[in-house]
T-cell receptor, first 109, second 115 residues
Framework: QKEVEQNSGPLSVPEGAIASLNCTYS??????FFWYRQYSGKSPELIMF????GDKEDGRFTAQLNKASQYVSLLIRDSQPSDSATYLC?????????FGDGTTLTVKP | EAQVTQNPRYLITVTGKKLTVTCSQN?????MSWYRQDPGLGLRQIYY???????DKGDVPEGYKVSRKEKRNFPLILESPSPNQTSLYFC??????????????FGEGSRLTVL
């Protein structure tokens, strides 16, 4: 079992729809949780981070964390073609960061 | 401009020829880390450093060495590269902070091919 698992892609949604990305992790000692976006051929860039149970909203993005279920999600509202990318879930415990394999999202105009 | 700089960006080398990929950050970050990214395997942590002279193994340290003699630099050393080390490498840094909640700032990546 992988330490961080993301829902298998690719995921395709129409423009304006909600995209839902999911991630589960195995280490209950994980302290902080991140969503990165990576365009093809580019380096990852941070979308959201969360470290407390519940929801965290930033513009069109909402991260949700449920530590009891060891589950993290990212919702993208009003999806735009520019959101088309690979989304990486990462969990961190002290200095060790573990990434999921990523979910590739395509937003179709 | 705040940035993480990696060199070289692209390198083709041969098996056994020692090489170093440099990483430098200008944000005064305590924490630095190296990752490799392979298709279907995501980003995997090689080594990380919480501060000067402090380094720890990540998930895939075999075949790699690092050093942290200065705060800004964190070179990745491949003493005897092998073809299975062909990959895209990223260096990243962040403030250590409380609980290590800071985002990682990534370099642009170094694509290494070992023949």
């Amino acid at each position: 079992q992988k330490e961080v698992e993301q829902n298998s892609g690719p995921l395709s949604v129409p423009e304006g729809a909600i995209a839902s990305l999911n991630c589960t992790y195995s280490d209950r000692g994980s302290q902080s949780f991140f969503w990165y976006r990576q365009y093809s051929g580019k380096s990852p860039e941070l979308i959201m981070f969360i470290y407390s149970n519940g929801d965290k909203e930033d513009g069109r993005f909402t991260a949700q964390l449920n530590k009891a279920s060891q589950y993290v999600s990212l919702l993208i509202r009003d999806s735009q073609p520019s959101d088309s990318a690979t989304y990486l879930c990462a969990v961190r415990r002290a200095g060790k960061s573990t990434f999921g394999d990523g979910t590739t999202l395509t937003v179709k105009p | 401009e705040a940035q993480v700089t990696q060199n070289p960006r692209y390198l083709i080398t041969v098996t056994g020829k020692k090489l170093t990929v440099t990483c430098s950050q200008n944000m005064n970050h305590e924490y630095m880390s190296w990752y490799r990214q392979d298709p279907g395997l995501g980003l995997r942590q090689i080594y990380y450093s919480m501060n000067v002279e402090v380094t720890d193994k990540g998930d895939v340290p075999e075949g790699y060495k690092v050093s942290r003699k200065e705060k800004r630099n964190f070179p990745l050393i491949l003493e005897s590269p092998s073809p299975n080390q062909t990959s895209l490498y990223f260096c990243a840094s962040t403030h250590r902070g409380t609980g290590m909640t800071g985002e990682l700032f990534f370099g642009e990546g170094s694509r290494l091919t070992v023949l």
